[in-house]
Nanobody
């Protein structure tokens, strides 16, 4: 059973930084793609950033230039470095990992989330 555990959330002032981590129970490199989502209160979960095989990355327009997603294969962890944080970045951040088996069936795994609060 794959487990993803997020950490690194907390309370920070606007303009500050946080680094979120998503630790996988197995090899992080076994996943086709790892994503960070966030969910604001009362809203749908939105994609923030993703990193796929070959370390190709994508970002939501709202975080481009401020957030960086990276992989640490040795520690089976994906990080989300968040700089220049804004109050609107306040949300619960979730890690998601997708794998594809030999039959092209996709499996999605989720962590439980970590709260990020940015004060103005």
């Amino acid at each position: 059973q794959v487990q993803l555990v997020e950490s690194g959330g907390g309370l920070v002032q606007a303009g500050g930084s946080l680094r979120l981590s998503c630790a996988a129970s197995g090899s992080i490199d076994s996943f086709n793609v790892v994503r960070w989502y966030r969910q604001h209160p009362g809203k749908q979960r939105e994609l923030v950033a993703s990193i796929s095989r070959g370390d190709f990355t994508n970002y939501a327009d709202s975080v481009k230039g401020r957030f960086t997603i990276s992989r640490d294969s040795a520690k089976n962890t994906v990080h989300l470095q968040m700089n220049s944080l804004k109050p609107e970045d306040t949300a619960v951040y979730y890690c998601n990992a997708e794998s594809i088996n030999f039959a092209s069936r996709r499996f999605n795994y989720w962590g439980r989330g970590t709260q990020v609060t940015v004060s103005s």
